[in-house]
C-alpha cells in the first residue's frame, strides 16, 4: 500500500534515540505519521498535519499513486531564543501505491482539527456483482448486490401489507 522508505525509518530512530538522550539533532526531518483503513466503501488514509495550512497541502493522483506534499515552517523571530526545538518542520512528501480496483479519480479530501483525511472509493469495476443466468432469448440486467438487496428489501415490505378485503 505505502512506499516503504528505508531511510525514514532510519532517521525517525536516530532521531527518537537522541531526544531519549537529551541531544538535540540537527536536521529534523518532517513525517507525519499516517493511518490507513480499508473498508466496503474504499480506502482512507490519515495523516497529522498540525500546524499546516489547508492551501498549503498538494496533492496529486496519477498512474495508481497517490501523493500528498505539504510544508509547515518554523518561525524565526528577532530578540527570541529557542531553547528546545523538539517538533519537526520542513516539507515533506508522501507517496501511496493504490491498487487498481481504487478510482483515483474520486478522491475526496477533508482538513479537520490537524488532520488530513483522504477518501478513495473503489471502482465501479471492482463492486460485486451478481451475474443473472440467460436462457435461450432471456436478458436479465447485471446488477450490484446493493441493487439486489434493495430489490428484496422492496420486495419483502409489499408481502408484509395486508391485502384488501373484498365484499
Known amino acids: 500500500m505505502m512506499r516503504f ?3 525514514r525509518e532510519i532517521e525517525e530512530l536516530a532521531q527518537s534515540v537522541n531526544r531519549g538522550l ?3 539533532s540537527q536536521v529534523s526531518r518532517f513525517a507525519p505519521p499516517v493511518d490507513v483503513h480499508e473498508d466496503e466503501q474504499g480506502l482512507e488514509i490519515a495523516l497529522d ?3 499546516v495550512a489547508p492551501d498549503k497541502i498538494q ?5 495508481q499513486t497517490l501523493t500528498v506534499q505539504a510544508e509547515r515552517r518554523y518561525e524565526r523571530r528577532e530578540g527570541r531564543t529557542a531553547h528546545r526545538v523538539e517538533r519537526s518542520y520542513g516539507s515533506f512528501v508522501r507517496s501511496f ?5 481504487y478510482d483515483l479519480s474520486a478522491v475526496t479530501a477533508t ?4 488532520q488530513l483525511t483522504l477518501s ?3 471502482s ?7 451475474i443473472a443466468v440467460q436462457s435461450a432469448g432471456q436478458k436479465a440486467p447485471v446488477q450490484t448486490l446493493e441493487a439486489e438487496r434493495e430489490q428484496v428489501l422492496d420486495h419483502t415490505v409489499s408481502e408484509r401489507r395486508e391485502p384488501v378485503a373484498s365484499a
Open 111 to 114: 482538513y479537520d482539527h490537524g
Open 124 to 130: 465501479e469495476a471492482s463492486q460485486r456483482r451478481t
Open 5 to 7: 522508505d528505508p531511510f
Open 97 to 101: 501505491s493504490v491498487p487498481a480496483k
Open 22 to 24: 537529551g541531544g538535540q
Open 120 to 122: 478513495v472509493p473503489r
Open 49 to 51: 498535519l498540525p500546524g
Open 59 to 63: 496533492i496529486e493522483a496519477e498512474n
